[in-house]
């Protein structure tokens, strides 16, 4: 795939506004899926976090809200599963989101959890490398 294009295609019409959800397995399916029939999240009381089954085995998540300034894409990649060298690459936005839902097995809340970091230094990395105002002259 060397020398390929990659191509991000903004609709005309405005996408819908979604929150996707990050969960801890690999589904193999591609194709639409009938998902709000199956998964249905319910609120924890006790920590504020959420609790959803999947195929039997108990989730536990929360909302991660973006960083400040960010916005996620979700994507459809229009071409073919195969992509020849050079051949351009063209992906289609098909909807935006400003949080995700993240789920695991055990305590996504955890401070050590690497997702959690990541979001932690997107938000530091702002704070770094930001437009910052010159201190006042004394």
Not at 47 to 74: K, M, N
Not at 89 to 98: A, D, I, L, N
Request: aromatic share 6%; hydrophobic share 35%; glycine share 10%.
């Amino acid at each position: 795939m060397t020398g390929s294009t990659v191509l991000c295609v903004k609709p005309e019409e405005k996408t819908p506004q979604c929150t996707p959800n990050l969960l801890p397995c690999d589904i193999s399916s591609t194709g639409p899926a009938p998902v709000s029939a199956y998964f249905h999240p319910s609120e924890a009381a006790s920590d504020g976090g959420r609790t959803a089954h999947f195929r039997g085995r108990q989730l536990r998540g929360r909302h991660l809200p973006l960083p400040a300034g960010y916005e996620g894409l979700v994507l459809q990649d229009t071409v073919a599963a195969s992509i020849a060298d050079g051949e351009e690459r063209r992906w289609v936005e098909r909807g935006t989101f400003s949080e995700l839902g993240y789920w695991k097995h055990d305590d996504p809340t955890a401070a050590t959890d690497p997702m959690a970091k990541a979001m932690d230094f997107c938000r530091l990395a702002g704070v770094l490398h930001g437009h910052h105002a010159p201190p006042p002259q004394v």
